[in-house]
């Protein structure tokens, strides 16, 4: 918790906005918006709830594309199943964390698992979708699936503070998701008037999202509310992250930068105009298969 380092400013801060994915399911999405396309290497942030579900309420996505980037869910409460056009399928329970690299394409459903649609409950997850380089868009599919006894948790020695490692490394514990370019992705929970200093490389993009309470950023402790996104510059290579009077929860999210174009068109994402055209022929002539099992 070094402070040694310049401390990163804040450039900008983001309240998500409520829109429908998927079969007509709420996300809260602070990026990307009026203000902010794309975050490079990152391209998207959505927050599923948290919310309530009755029995048999629940929703997700219906088979959908993937080519170019990464998905990576993380699931906080209730329970998600998935299956693909490659023949891969599986679950993810509270805290479990799955990074899809889509590469050349897969077709993908994203479902509420059946058991907790059934009965419902308190249904809480993120995802986040990141970019791959030119040389890593069209490599094989591939599959991380962590469960969350496997994800390392760190504490400060006062307790006051413990972050979950999903990418990167904080206390000298790294995480032990392989990714395609350098991530730092980190779960921070701060008990009452705690503060902690997170290095970040000079050399990374960084953002953070309040998904629990109030939180306070940098030295002049900026404050940022529940479901708002705080954008750094790139100056500094600490981020100070505090609480206030009640516990909060914080990710701090960040990689380094591709420096490629972007050309984007819905769950396809390539460098040209060309590339996202023949991802939509491949899709639409079934080169991407189909889920049947």
């Known amino acids: 918790m070094s402070s040694s380092k310049k401390e990163r400013i804040i450039s900008e801060i983001i309240t998500a906005k ?10 809260n999405r602070p990026f990307p918006n009026y203000a902010v396309r794309d975050f490079d290497p990152f391209l998207l942030l959505d927050e599923m709830g948290p919310v309530n579900y009755a029995p048999d309420e629940a929703k997700g996505a219906s088979p959908h594309p993937h080519r170019g980037f990464e998905t990576v869910t993380y699931m906080i409460d209730g329970a998600f199943e998935h299956k693909d056009s490659q023949g891969n399928s599986g679950k ?5 964390v799955q990074w899809m690299t889509a590469g050349s394409g897969v077709i993908h459903s994203e479902l509420p698992e059946k058991e907790f649609a059934k009965k419902g409950g308190r249904f809480h997850g993120l995802q986040l979708w990141v970019n791959l380089p ?5 490599i094989p599919p591939r599959y991380q699936e962590i ?3 496997d994800i390392p948790v760190v504490k400060t020695d006062d307790g006051s503070v413990q972050v979950k490692i999903i990418a990167g490394e904080s206390m000298g514990k790294k995480a032990v998701i392989d990714t395609k370019i350098p991530i730092i992705y980190l779960h921070f929970t ?4 705690a503060t902690f200093i997170q ?3 000079q050399n990374y993009n960084a953002f953070a999202y309040v998904i629990k309470g109030d939180a306070m950023f940098g030295n002049e402790k900026i404050l940022a509310k529940q479901n708002q996104a705080v954008f750094f510059d790139q100056i500094g290579e600490n981020i100070a992250i505090s609480s206030d009077s009640d516990p909060t929860e914080v990710l701090l999210i960040a990689g380094v930068p591709i420096n490629e174009p972007v050309k984007r068109y ?7 105009d060309d590339e996202l055209q023949q991802a939509v022929k491949d899709f639409q002539n079934g080169k991407m298969g189909k889920i049947d099992f």
Request: glycine share 10%; aromatic share 8%; charged share 20%.
């Open 18 to 27: 409520t829109t429908t994915e998927g079969d007509g399911f709420q996300v």
């Open 92 to 96: 993810l329970f509270p805290g479990d």
């Open 134 to 138: 030119k040389k890593e868009k069209m």
């Open 147 to 149: 469960s969350s006894n």
């Open 190 to 193: 701060l008990q009452p008037n």
């Open 199 to 201: 290095n970040v490389p």
């Open 266 to 272: 819905g769950p396809f994402v390539m460098n040209t």
